[in-house]
């Protein structure tokens, strides 16, 4: 290893994904959808560390949505689960005590959210209790050996046992699922990563990943509503409509499908790997596509990308750290 590849390694840090950690490239799900989606925003995120200050609103209700299921599937109880959520909405409360409008209006929209979806979702998906076992929640990898000098990180959101052996579960949040964008999760490198993951630390084939959707409402606070009568209201929208809110889409991983996906990564980790060791201008390596900008909304990395690293954008940044990282 030359010398300035050491320091260009130890400048960017270690078991951070997208950089190097004792020779192997570590990468995880969110580290490759940046990637793939843009090299430059990639660059921003994980070797610059920057992530915008305002607040990531679709962030906020993902990790709490993630925490009441978490809890619900650990415990099969709804009342621990709201409880769970409650606590993190007020912790969340105390740390940002004074929010403008739009945000104050955002949360009590996130709140509504995850603390009305779930008793819905429960009685939605009754049959679980009888039909699946809980292996594990939460299940993290970390230093997983993906192939050579490739390492994987992240975390599989649920892991159970059916009738037909383990299964892999994934949730998300949306606020829309196309058609388009269910067809494309077998391709989806999650898709292999993540029975890989739960097979090595389980030593039992993973066959199948669900891909758990919750849908957000579009519904919004009327005027003068009190913030307990809009979750009421939440609550209510997401019991009548299940249908509406509550989708699973299950992709089987058959070894074709996961060896035609892993080939996939292989080159996005060459790429990956003869960008870190380029000596030229990472802002050139690390080129922009413009394509991506406004993939899925407006890129937060715009005013970056337009404007440059000067002192007035730079302050609509912070660094991030890493605490969200899969
Ligand atoms: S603004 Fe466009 S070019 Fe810049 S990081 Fe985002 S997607 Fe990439």
């Known amino acids: 290893m030359t010398t300035r590849l050491q320091t260009m390694l130890e400048r960017l840090g270690s078991k951070k994904s997208g950089t190097m950690s004792a020779g192997n490239l570590v990468v995880s799900p969110s580290w490759i959808d940046y990637f793939c989606a843009c090299k430059r925003k990639a660059y921003w995120k994980y070797n610059r560390r920057l992530v915008p200050r305002k607040i990531a609103w679709n962030l906020v209700i993902g990790t709490w949505a993630h925490l009441a299921l978490e809890v619900y599937y650990r415990d099969w109880d709804i009342d621990s689960a709201l409880q769970a959520v409650r606590a993190a909405i007020k912790e969340f409360r105390c740390q940002h005590p004074h929010l403008d409008v739009y945000d ?44 050579p000098r490739v390492q994987a990180k992240g975390r599989v959101d649920l892991l159970v046992e059916g ?59 009327r005027k003068n509503e009190e913030p307990a009568d809009f979750i009421r209201r939440v609550r209510q929208d997401y019991s009548d409509r299940p249908q509406e809110y509550f989708y699973r889409e299950v992709v089987r991983m058959t070894g074709r499908r996961r060896r035609q996906t892993l080939d996939g990564l292989t080159q996005v980790c060459k790429e990956a790997r003869s960008k870190l060791r380029a000596t030229e201008d990472p802002l050139v390596a690390y080129y922009r596509e413009p394509t991506a900008c406004t993939m899925y909304g407006i890129c937060e990395y715009m005013p970056l990308c337009l404007r440059g690293e000067r002192s007035s954008v730079m302050a609509m940044y912070m660094t991030d750290k890493g605490e969200t990282e899969e």
């Open 104 to 147: 104050e209006n955002q949360f009590h929209l996130a709140s509504a959210i995850v603390l009305g979806f779930l008793t819905a979702y429960a009685q939605y998906y009754c049959w679980e209790q009888e039909k699946w076992w809980v292996v594990a929640t939460e299940v993290k990898f970390d230093g997983m050996r993906l192939m």
């Open 163 to 221: 009738p037909r052996g383990l299964v892999a579960v994934e949730h998300k949040t949306r606020s829309m699922i196309t058609g388009g964008y269910l067809q494309a999760l077998p391709m989806a490198y999650q898709s292999a990563l993540y029975p890989i993951a739960a097979e090595r630390k389980f030593d039992l084939p993973v066959h199948k990943i669900i891909y758990n959707f919750i849908r957000k409402p579009n519904i919004r606070q």
